[in-house]
């Protein structure tokens, strides 16, 4: 009883970490990983005995994620190498680092039930939104609200108080097919994510949010009537609890009907209206990377070459592949590209079983199989319009869900 209330302490704590990347704006860069790497060290300490565990750690491994890792650290290297440049090779550590923080990740996925790691996302949800409204009721610095009137707080800003929402959606989503008695609680969940998506008025979000709720109707519709009674409970706990939080939002310090974009008065989403204007600075930004990463092959120019003039100050390039061909070449590239494909690997195997058995008759790990592997490649896409980054506060997510899709998928119990 003990070990298991430690583990789901460090699942809350892993997502907690991703969830509020932004804390080492507090704790300093530094501190950051160092809590990282404290949890990492807890982890290996509760999950006894290690040697055991250490045959876990090579045998039934993702190989495929750590191809990926290797191929983007070669890339690292041999950019840093050949260009000159320390700060390259500095990247390739921070990315070996993050690889060792998957394998513990791994390590305690395989401890836990699945339920446990969306209970944990689950307090991480209801973390993030009492933590807005403090933040939102103590004022600045810790309340934070850009020119555009995207809103977050100084422990998850705008552009990453979403990610918690949208990336860790589709395991709500499949809890909901896995355990159907807690319809309540997954509205309420689903609530939540479209209120913290729609403060932080991220168009990346709202795109990957809608995809999975029409993904979610289309396994609803293969379910029959179970599957469309199950939607309309939770859709309508949503609707209710999205609305109840918009009151609450409403009478917030520093909601007033003079701000035009205040959720609880606007005729439509922020990240809407962002999406209908376009991002011309973006694109240029994209083509003078594009012709950047050209003229830097094969092995690349080293970190931050991709980045241009927009806006009267340097700005990297908000693709993560692309920027990846340019810093570290060929190399870099099919690393990144690795990870898609890691991804998206584990549902071949999830596709056979549905074909054999049905999708009536898969069973809870199965669902939560499919969870992590969407929001796994829901990842892959958020690196399609945002730069590249080193930081475990991008990688977390990804070490949590691409071993959530290994293990529920790849292996058996």
């Not at 395989?110 to 933590?131: F, G």
């Not at 918009?246 to 005729?267: F, K, Q, R, T, Y």
């Not at 070490?399 to 290994?406: G, T």
Request: overall charge positive; charged content about 10%; glycine content about 10%.
């Amino acid at each position: 009883m003990l070990k298991s209330t430690c583990l789901f302490g460090l699942i809350v704590l892993a997502c907690f970490l991703s969830g509020f990347g932004d804390l080492r704006n507090l704790i300093t860069p530094l501190g950051y990983w160092l809590a990282w790497l404290g949890w990492a060290l807890t982890v290996v300490t509760v999950i006894r005995p290690w040697l055991q565990q250490y045959s876990q750690f090579l045998s039934p491994f993702p190989r495929l994620v750590y191809l990926s890792f290797f191929i983007l650290i070669a890339g690292m290297l041999l950019a840093g190498l050949s260009a000159s440049q320390p700060t390259a090779l500095y990247q390739a550590l921070k990315v070996a680092v993050i690889a060792g923080l998957m394998g513990v990740t791994l390590l305690l996925i395989r401890q836990v039930r699945p339920e446990a790691v969306v209970d944990a996302i689950a307090v991480l949800l209801v973390a993030v939104l009492l933590s807005f409204w403090l933040s939102k009721g103590l004022g600045v610095p810790w309340w934070v609200r850009l020119g555009d009137g995207r809103e977050g707080m100084e422990i998850a800003q705008p552009g990453v108080m979403w990610k918690p929402a949208v990336l860790f959606l589709p395991l709500v989503l499949a809890d909901v097919l896995a355990r159907p008695s807690l319809w309540w609680r997954h509205g309420c969940l689903i609530g939540i994510s479209a209120y913290l998506l729609i403060v932080d008025g991220s168009r990346t979000g709202l795109l990957l949010f809608a995809g999975m709720i029409f993904v979610m109707a289309f396994l609803s519709l293969m379910l029959h009537w179970r599957g469309i009674s199950l939607s309309l409970k939770w859709l309508l706990i949503a609707a209710l609890s999205f609305g109840g939080i918009n009151g609450v939002h409403s009478l917030l310090p520093g909601a007033s009907p003079d701000v035009p974009n205040e959720i609880a008065i606007a005729p439509e989403p922020l990240a809407l209206q962002r999406l209908q204007e376009g991002d011309a600075s973006r694109l240029s930004l994209l083509k003078e990377g594009w012709r950047q990463s050209v003229d830097c092959l094969p092995a690349g120019c080293g970190f931050g070459s991709t980045a241009a003039v927009s806006h009267g100050i340097i700005m990297p390039v908000h693709n993560a592949y692309l920027a990846a061909l340019g810093d570290f070449g060929l190399l870099g590239m099919i690393g990144m590209l690795g990870f898609v494909l890691a991804a998206a690997w584990p549902l071949c195997p999830w596709l056979r079983r549905a074909r054999q058995v049905g999708f009536g008759a898969l069973d809870a790990r199965s669902w939560y199989g499919l969870g992590a592997c969407a929001g796994a490649l829901a990842w892959c896409a958020t690196l399609m319009l945002h730069t590249f980054s080193s930081e475990m506060s991008e990688w977390g997510y990804a070490c949590l869900l691409l071993a959530m899709a290994w293990v529920y998928c790849l292996e058996q119990r």
